[in-house]
T-cell receptor, first 115, second 113 residues
Framework: EPEVTQTPSHQVTQMGQEVILRCVPISNHLYFYWYRQILGQKVEFLVSFYNNEISEKSEIFDDQFSVERPDGSNFTLKIRSTKLEDSAMYFC?????????????FGNGTRLTVT | GESVGLHLPTLSVQEGDNSIINCAYSNSASDYFIWYKQESGKGPQFIIDIRSNMDKRQGQRVTVLLNKTVKHLSLQIAATQPGDSAVYFCAENIMGGSYIPTFGRGTSLIVHP
């Protein structure tokens, strides 16, 4: 069964550094998402992406964050200058469409640790 | 406040028992609901979904019930197995709007052999 894959599985970075989290969505999916989950808390929406542009973003997704689909397969999340509170699991997801019968398929996440 | 929440943060059951995980939602415009299962170290995994024009949907060993009157959703797992141990999230979406599933806090299901 096709899967969403994310790399790396764990990223450690120093405060103020830039990080890029990478995702390969399922190949025939059209909608892409980033969520994050701070340890012990709920999964929070960051941003959705369709047709090479951001379609929705949350308050969390401020100017420090950006997303890109640099080629036909990758979908990246960049954090420009990491803060301690950015430490979390970051999940990429994709779906073939929107609405019913199009649930999100999640990757296994990248654990970001900011020191 | 949260638009989706859970009544019980932890549910412990014996193997073979039936489990019921509950979820309350507050947005009456939500018309599509999904249950996800998250095992340790993994991303959320789709279990079952239901549209608001239904009040029950069954899958393999799982049943989702939707009560729109009281804005309540439940996930029933029959003959719970140790492999069912995970955190279960409900998520809601407003049909016709941006498809941004909003997750609740999650319920941890612990199945004792």
């Amino acid at each position: 069964e096709p899967e969403v894959t994310q790399t790396p599985s764990h990223q450690v970075t120093q405060m103020g550094q830039e990080v890029i989290l990478r995702c390969v969505p399922i190949s025939n999916h059209l909608y892409f998402y980033w969520y994050r989950q701070i340890l012990g808390q709920k999964v929070e929406f960051l941003v959705s992406f369709y047709n090479n542009e951001i379609s929705e973003k949350s308050e969390i997704f401020d100017d420090q964050f950006s997303v890109e689909r640099p080629d036909g397969s990758n979908f990246t999340l960049k954090i420009r200058s990491t803060k301690l509170e950015d430490s979390a699991m970051y999940f990429c997801a994709s779906s073939p469409g929107t609405g019913d019968n199009s649930p999100l398929h999640f990757g296994n996440g990248t654990r970001l640790t900011v020191t | 406040g949260e638009s989706v929440g859970l009544h019980l943060p932890t549910l412990s059951v014996q193997e073979g028992d039936n489990s019921i995980i509950n979820c309350a939602y507050s947005n009456s415009a939500s018309d599509y609901f999904i249950w996800y299962k998250q095992e340790s170290g993994k991303g959320p995994q789709f279990i079952i979904d239901i549209r608001s024009n239904m009040d029950k949907r069954q899958g393999q060993r799982v049943t989702v019930l939707l009560n729109k009157t009281v804005k309540h959703l439940s996930l029933q797992i029959a003959a719970t197995q140790p492999g069912d141990s995970a955190v279960y999230f409900c998520a809601e979406n407003i049909m016709g709007g941006s498809y941004i599933p909003t997750f609740g806090r999650g319920t941890s299901l612990i199945v004792h052999p």
